[in-house]
């Protein structure tokens, strides 16, 4: 335990505006994600979970602990997962999936098969959270994509929270999550493991790897023939977008795909990329 004895009696009820304009300033020199000040309420009620598991009666007393560990221990991780939302399900946003299995995959098996390309497909799953995403990109490529097993296939999931990595690897997934999987893939991609739970077969997590990975560093592995960043923007400011995007850029293969949330607000700074749709880019062939 660490910091003052915690008396239930002492805990105010939310954090000064103050204290709020300082953790949220550590938190974007750190993660470069923006906290709201309209969520003071949210955060308040999230920190107080951790002040009363490590023992801190005050936010000031909790927030010093914070600021005195490193990255690499267990606490940083905790405090990620209370001020960042995952709020995530497997093939959410339909009309992505459509892309990516009707035209992206398509044309893929189009040029593999005339000799353009080689059968190799590398996809960085950015922000991955709890692992949906890796996991729905897996089934499109097992449902749609003729003879994968024969193909180089790795999806990469990152995430700056360990916690979220962890829950990811196990590739199990509740009621929830599993709402909007289409039945057959149900049937073919996940064995149920009780009444409320499903986990991936094999078959589709073999392609996939999980690592943390602070989107504000550069990506270390590639190049991507797809980079999928969907619903991470938001909590950025222009100054950070504009670095992650520069990353990210730098990790794609010359005509690779950028897959974005709708309302990422980058149309503005996408530098090279060129625009396919508002949540579509691509990078030039040269």
């Not at 750190?30 to 009666?57: D, E, F, V, W, Y």
């Not at 024969?150 to 999806?155: A, G, T």
Request: contains cysteine; aromatic residues 10%.
């Amino acid at each position: 335990m660490g910091g003052d004895v915690v008396d239930s009696q002492v805990f105010v009820k939310q954090i000064s505006d103050s204290l709020l304009a300082k953790i949220a300033e550590f938190v974007y020199q750190r993660t470069g994600i923006r906290l709201s000040p309209q969520k003071k309420a949210l955060l308040s009620n999230r920190l107080r979970r951790r002040m009363r598991q490590t023992g801190h009666s005050s936010f000031e007393a909790y927030f010093k602990h914070v600021q005195s560990i490193g990255e690499d221990h267990p606490e940083w991780d905790a405090f990620l997962q209370e001020i960042t939302t995952h709020e995530t399900f497997l093939f959410r946003d339909e009309v992505h999936w459509e892309w990516f299995q009707n035209q992206f995959l398509d044309q893929l098996a189009k040029d593999a098969r005339s000799g353009r390309r080689p059968r190799k497909l590398h996809i960085w799953s950015a922000a991955c959270s709890t692992g949906d995403e890796p996991v729905t990109l897996a089934c499109c490529i097992a449902a749609k994509l003729p003879n994968a097993h024969l193909w180089n296939i790795r999806i990469l999931g990152t995430d700056i929270g360990t916690g979220a990595l962890e829950q990811a690897r196990k590739a199990t997934f509740g009621i929830r999550a599993m709402g909007r999987v289409p039945e057959e893939y149900r049937r073919r991609y996940f064995t149920q493991v009780d009444e409320e739970h499903w986990q991936a077969k094999p078959l589709l997590t073999r392609w996939i790897t999980y690592k943390q990975h602070n989107l504000l560093e550069p990506m270390r592995e590639g190049p991507f023939d797809l980079v999928v960043l969907k619903n991470v923007l938001i909590y950025f400011d222009v100054e950070s977008k504009k670095v992650v995007l520069e990353h990210v850029i730098q990790s794609m293969h010359p005509g690779a795909y950028l897959l974005t949330g709708a309302a990422e607000g980058i149309a503005n700074i996408r530098g090279s990329l060129k625009r396919v749709y508002p949540w579509l880019f691509q990078k030039p062939e040269k």
